[in-house]
């Protein structure tokens, strides 16, 4: 651990102990701190990542994850760069983590679905995605989820989550294109 984490770490905990007692002043200086925290970690995470120093702004990340664990920006970044250095294992367990952790966010399997459709596991994704369409969540669920059906030949389940998706936004034109194409793969199957 390198002196950076240390001071990192034990402002972390001062600013834990400050917060067991707070007032609505002392709230209001804690946000402050902790905004400031929140800066000078996301600075010190970009200057490694642009020195190509991978393993140091991983570190980061896992700290800043582990105090920020439902930011989705945050864990999202922590899986990114596990994935950039071929770390998948780890990179799916970040994006498991969230998803657990976070059970009222609605793009909570979102990353983890994405993950597992750029590394070819489309079986995986349903179940992941499916129990959430009905919480209206980020379109990004409903193309990911279309996607793998469509690669997994489950062309009628495709066409519904295209179907599902367009009645909430039906003047997304790439939509309508995957859904045109999904439906004459189904009339070419029934010829």
Known sequence: MNYRSIAVSLSLLAVVGVASATTQASKQRLDAIWSSVDERVSRQIDVW???GDYPKAIHMLVVEA???PHDYDVV???GW???NVEEWDQALATYEL???NN???KDRALAEASFLYRRKEY????PLLEPLLKEKPHPNNF???AHCYEKMNKLQDAKRVWTEYLALAPKDATAKVNLNRVEKKLNATKT
């Not at 079986?123 to 349903?126: C, G, H, L, W």
């Open 98 to 100: 969230y998803r657990k």
């Open 81 to 83: 760069m596990q994935e």
């Open 66 to 68: 582990s105090y920020s």
């Open 76 to 78: 999202t970044n922590l």
């Open 49 to 51: 990542f642009e020195d």
């Open 103 to 105: 059970p009222n966010d």
């Open 123 to 126: 079986a995986k994704v349903p």
């Open 143 to 145: 193309r990911v989820l």
